[in-house]
């Protein structure tokens, strides 16, 4: 079976400052790997994903997440945080070749001005 | 990225209606169209798989007669909540798949559900 941890409930950051979302996984496999956002009562926003190549990987609004296979982690990151950045962050996985994706419970970013 | 749609975005209802959510993806056939739920301030859950032209696969404890889902076109799956009482009020979004081991899947607004 596939699961996704997110181990910080929330994470906050002064504007400005960099930021991380941690995302470790568990897949059989090699791993596709999600970041998605969901502002308050909204559906979720695509950020960025890894299937293969470069270990970074860069996606929207500046946020790139580090895939490392030997810690079987995934975290999301970004240089500078801004307020709208304030949102809550889903880490996801899927085995390849099935559809089938397991999200994490979430990371509720805030970001302080 | 391509575009999903979810209808309607809120509804009311009272205990023991039946209420329909469509989800369409709007500039992409998918064979695959997947429904989850999400409790507030909680994680999404898959509840169940939607093939066209065939039958849905379902999670395990979620109740297929009470949730049914029916995907008739590549492009529209509708989820309907039977006989919907206040524990069935929730947030459930849709998400439609492309094809192939790389596609992502592309989520819907969200359907926001609340049995009186």
């Known amino acids: 079976a596939q699961s996704v941890a997110q181990p910080e409930d929330q994470v906050n950051v002064a504007e400005g400052n960099p930021l991380t979302v941690k995302c470790t996984y568990s897949v059989s496999g090699n791993p596709y790997l999600f970041w998605y956002v969901q502002y308050p009562n909204r559906g979720l926003q695509f950020l960025l994903k890894y299937i293969t190549g470069d270990n970074l990987v860069k996606g929207s609004y500046g946020f790139e997440a580090e895939f490392n296979k030997s810690q079987t982690s995934f975290h999301l990151k970004k240089p500078s945080a801004l307020v709208s950045d304030s949102a809550l962050y889903f880490c996801a996985v899927r085995a390849g070749g099935y559809q089938k994706v397991t999200f994490g419970t979430g990371t509720k970013l805030q970001v302080i001005p | 990225g391509a575009v999903v749609s979810q209808h309607p975005s809120w509804v009311i209802c009272k205990s023991g209606t039946s209420v329909k959510i469509e989800c369409r993806s709007l500039?992409?056939?998918?064979?695959?169209m997947f429904w989850y739920r999400q409790f507030p301030k909680q994680s999404l859950m898959l509840m169940a798989t939607?093939?066209?032209?065939?039958?849905?696969?379902?999670e395990q404890g979620v109740e297929k007669d009470k949730f049914l889902i029916n995907h008739a076109s590549l492009t529209l799956s509708t989820l309907t909540v039977t006989s919907a009482h206040p524990e069935d009020s929730s947030f459930y979004i849709c998400?439609?798949?492309?094809?192939?081991?790389?596609?992502?899947?592309?989520f819907g607004p969200g359907t926001r559900l609340t049995v009186l």
């Open positions: 998400s439609a798949g492309q094809s192939g081991p790389e596609g992502e899947q592309f």
């Open positions: 939607s093939n066209e032209g065939s039958k849905a696969t379902y």
């Open positions: 500039d992409f056939q998918a064979t695959t």
